[in-house]
């Protein structure tokens, strides 16, 4: 193994990943080396025990009895076992006795210790928090398992509660009683016993079932790693691989909404019930939002997913099962659902325009990563069926009209909408791209309209405050007559229109709005808009605990502020994008009520609290949600720079985004990644000060040990140590010499306000009623409910 070391270098990143085409090659897992202890996946997912008793409650005893430790609990009583990691699988238990005629305790699944106990957190969104899990106890000593419908998607909390015959009436845990064989009914009759009921339970452990396609240890299904030397950016990396391998599950263990599930599999489970058995793709492996919830297929996480699934465990499989439901559902019109099963299968014809071009992307993603043309061929009719759509809605005000409401739960998507149009522009380019790989030549309506939206999305740029406003209407910043100014500058569509490389300043602009006649001020307050400027003014809207999405107010994206990420990335200013992965991920691995790290939750709300504002439910958050997972892509594709340029890395362009003046003269990043595939060697090179200086190949000799230099520099091995692998190498460049920069500290933050939530609007926004009789004092307290 060799690692390289720069001067100056203020970062060194170290990756590796083996590039395949789809199904035949085996993807090598596996790179020991000091990253590892970053991984936070189980070594055994078929038996991941509890660390440790985290709370209890009542009359519980822990005892040694013949070498063997009991815990013992008794009616009314409750334990919580707290696990080094959040997880997911079927909770399983050794009993040893069950004295006073015990039949049944309850289950509770929290991901949050704010909700760890005998009440579960939710997985629904009907009430506040989910039911109970009853589970059967036989009479005779031994293993009890949850019945196999009963996957919690991720929890770290897990508490077994004996609630006392006394509230056996009104106590949610019958509510699978209608599900059970009539043998067990019988038990429920049974008179209570004088004697207290209690189990005495020997073991706990949970059998995951996630990740089913990358075998069981968990740890071995890395097929790329990522090092540097922040401690914080390692933990983010692999916060965002495990929580893609957490979410990816077998498809028939999907579902997590079983009210919605009902409109299709017509179950009459309680409110509140919660279970997770429906099919939602087919094939043995898939990609879903969430751990916990949806466990379903949905596209606009799948297109921060993808990427960053190819640089951490390479799961194809998952990612192709996901695309593939998504396009066997397209509607008759061309449009493609929303998201998988239930949705795409039902009478309610779910769409969102903006998610059906997140497919697209997907689709380009996938394509680009795996080098699955064939996939590409099969669906193209599909895809161009698809993309036809969404050219017709681009109408005389050259922006597309959105038809649908829906998007990322952010309200206001209406009208002549900035996001769908950059991403439609952005479609077109990818579409461009994947007809040049199968040999085909662009229509000319693609880059026609991309001109075309260039003209609109233009117009939507407001001069007085330098960055694009939503729509052209409520949202505008030219709103009509009888509308207030209130203009919106979105986080999700500035985002997008830096992603999309569209020209900012066609000729002939700007206008005061795209339905205006009138030219805006000269000279603009703010000058044209340029990429460096929309960058620079995301930044400033930072507060506290990360970057503001004014589009669904109260609340901090994960997944729109990977398109910030991804925003800074095309506009150059990388530092920038890192400087976010630090301030708002850094919040979701360290920030209170999160799970330490282990995952990366689906939002939270400005003020840094653990709830998301789409739900009045504070206990709905998703804390394992792929779409959170944009660092893992982004620091190993624009921070390392590593960008696959042809499907399946047949061609990989390295370059340093990352530079660093100091003292005047320039410093760079010496980076290297190793590919297998193609090349079987060592690709390494830096660049200062924007300019390259410097690429390396390198080939390994027979021995392992000599290193055939085959572009420029010289790179010598000074050291073997693993730990300090990043001094193992100088690498020689034209007189200067390259070693590790020990100095280097992450960048100081600055001191940002806290975020201020406004409740009423926050009460309108919720994407969940506030059922009746719902008393949401509680939130605004801050109390954990
Ligand atoms: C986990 O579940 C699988 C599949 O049901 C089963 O084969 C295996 O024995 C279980 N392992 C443990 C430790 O419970
Ligand atoms: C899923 O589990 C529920 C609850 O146990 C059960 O009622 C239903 O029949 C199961 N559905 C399938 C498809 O197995
Ligand atoms: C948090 O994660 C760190 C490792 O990153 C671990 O050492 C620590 O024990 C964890 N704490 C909890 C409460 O899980
Ligand atoms: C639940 C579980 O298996 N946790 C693992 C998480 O990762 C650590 C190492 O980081 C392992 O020691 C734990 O076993």
Redesign the pocket.
Known sequence: MMGYKGTTAFLFYFVSFWLCDFGVCEVKKGWPGPWE?????????RR??P?KIWKTEGDVQVRTDDGKELVIIKEGAWVTWE???N?SGRACLIVEDTPGGLTEVNLAYSESYLFAGPIPDATTDRQARDLPLPLRIPKQKGKVCVGKEFVRGAFKYFTVHLPSSDHQENSPQTWLQSVWQTSQKTLFGTKPHKKKKQIAISSVW?NCTSFPSQGNN??AAYTGYFSSSSHLLNQIWYAGAYTLQLGTIDPREGGALIDYNRIVDHNDSPTGSWYSNFTISGGTSVTTDGAKRDRMVWPGDMFIAIPSIAVSTSDYLSIRNALEIIFTNQYPDGRLPYAGPPMGVTANREFSDTYHLHTLLGVHSYVLWSGDLPFLDKIWPQYLFALHHSLSLVDDLSLVHVTSTADWLRPGMTGHNLEASALLHTVLSRSATLATWLGHTTPPIWPSTQKTLETGLARLYCPELGLFSDNIGARSCYPSKDQGYAPILPQDGNSWLLISRANLTPSGLPFRSPKSRFRSPTPLPNGPPTRGGISKLLRGRWVKHGAPCPEFPNTISPFASGFELLGHVYSGEVDTAVELMLLEWGWLVNGDGFNNG?TLAEGYRIDGDVQYPAYPSRARNSLAHGWASGPTWVLTQWVLGVEITKPGGEEVEVKVWRVRTRGGSGKGLVWEIRAEGGTKGTVMGYKVKGEERGVFLLREGEDGERVERLGLGVVRVVGEDEESWYKNVVVEYQGEEWVFDETWKEPEMEEREQGAVDWDVMERYFKTPVPEGWDISWLKEGRDM
Do not use: L
Not at 37 to 45: F, V
């Open positions: 202890k970053y991984i936070r996946a189980p070594e055994n997912k991941i025990e660390r696990f080094d990691e997880i949970v968990g740890r282990s």
